[in-house]
Nanobody, 125 residues
Framework: QVQVVESGGGLVQTGGSLKLSCAAS????????MGWYRQAPGKQRELVAT???????NYADSVKGRFTVSKDDAENMVYLQMNGLNAEDTAIYYC???????????????????WGQGTQVTVST
């Protein structure tokens, strides 16, 4: 079993910054990806930014140039630095991770996906 815990949400004014953190722990052989999704009231959950094994990062068009996703190589942690926040960024932010839970001879045999419970980000105008 893997636990995923987010932190760092809160209330910020338009144009401000926040940094979200996410820690994954438990039965993890390796991390294939870690990233952030968000869900605003009345909307579907959407991708914000992800880090993929090998150092590849992906961003939603709406956050490019404002948000930065990074991963701590020493720990199973991922961060989301959010700058230039606006009202459209208000949402619950969820951490997502896909891990290898079992391997054999260097090859991953079991991938599993986990979600955190979410952290609220509110941008006031």
């Amino acid at each position: 079993q893997v636990q995923v815990v987010e932190s760092g949400g809160g209330l910020v004014q338009t144009g401000g910054s926040l940094k979200l953190s996410c820690a994954a722990s438990g039965s993890i052989f390796s991390v294939n990806s870690m990233g952030w999704y968000r869900q605003a009231p009345g909307k579907q959950r959407e991708l914000v930014a992800t880090w993929i094994k090998g150092g590849i990062t992906n961003y939603a068009d709406s956050v490019k140039g404002r948000f930065t996703v990074s991963k701590d190589d020493a720990e199973n942690m991922v961060y989301l630095q959010m700058n230039g926040l606006n009202a459209e960024d208000t949402a619950i932010y969820y951490c997502n991770t896909i891990v290898c839970a079992a391997h054999w001879r260097g090859s991953c045999q079991l991938s599993e996906e986990y979600w955190g419970q979410g952290t609220q980000v509110t941008v006031s105008t």
